[in-house]
């Protein structure tokens, strides 16, 4: 059972009011997030209106945007950063990279710069080349940032207050654009849609283990986080029914540092690990956690971890050539059926 009441992008715009009524220390800075646009995706809608003087629209420069802001966080408040697109990242990667999170150790641990930048990532839009990219991946060598990319499962809100006021650094916060417009389904009495569901780590960053077989037995585990999600559950109940094959589902909340929450024993139980990213394949975050559980659990796999991520190549305009780039449910279900069937598959 889940509760499904709001779209994720109503329960991130009433996270940031909530934030903005509580916490007078909280400030949003971006492009186009004044009333009555609201941002591109409308999650700062009614911010402005109802505080003025702490809704910053900016020119359009994410260089400058996240320099003020790091400035502002240096001097005790809590800034919100919004980049319109993720693949905009890279204009403000200098900000991010060799001052927000060089800071704390640049001066011998004696300031912090908690801010957050939220962004929209991924794509399925149709946005073509430069808005659709997975960026997140560009930002996981670098030390003392934090990435969240939650999940419809997750509670977003919560995710993104904590990230706001208990963060000691800066945080990139990667929303899905999927995610707006997905329904917020908290798991509900250990159930989310048809799968079991526990919670591991800490509320509201936990990562969330689900299963079809209520944890009775598994033969893939899927690690996987935010927009793919959905697809993710999808392949696991077409894996069960059509082939079955039991998959268990492992989605972080936070992907960076990577949680190693539930990989112990997830992987005691099916030996194979199939890790789920909307990113491309080579550099992404499939090889990082690869290699990294592969040094940790050796002993427990059968095979080695399989990757399912996006072409290499830049994202097309067109629908079919963006559907062929960005994986779909079809290549988790054949990643899977491969994993446990071999050579044996064929016409799937």
Known sequence: MTHRTERC????????????????????????????????FKVSTGLSTRWPERVLTTPISEAAIVGIANGMALRGLRPIVEIMFGDFLTLCADQ???????????YDDQVRCPVVIRTPMGGRRGYGPTHSQTMERLFLSVDDLTILAPSHLHDLGEALIYATLQGTGPTLFVENKLLYGEFHALPQHGLADLFSCRRLGSAPLDTLYLSLTDFEYSDVTILCYGGMTSLAMQAAEQLLLEHE?????????????????????????????LVVEEGPLTGGWGAEVAAQVQERYWTQLRGPVQRVAAADGIIPCTRPLEDAALPQKIDLVRAATRMVHGAKVVGI
């Open 9 to 40: 992008v109503h329960v991130l715009n009433r996270a940031l009011h909530r934030l903005f009524e509580e916490h007078p220390e909280v400030y949003l800075l971006g492009e186009d997030i004044l009333d009555p646009y609201g941002g591109a």
């Open 96 to 106: 991010i990279i060799n001052y927000a999170a060089k800071f704390r150790q640049m």
């Open 245 to 273: 094959i039991s998959c268990e589902l492992l989605i972080p909340c936070q992907i960076k540092p990577l949680p190693d929450h539930g990989l112990a024993e997830a992987l005691a139980r099916s030996g194979r690990l």
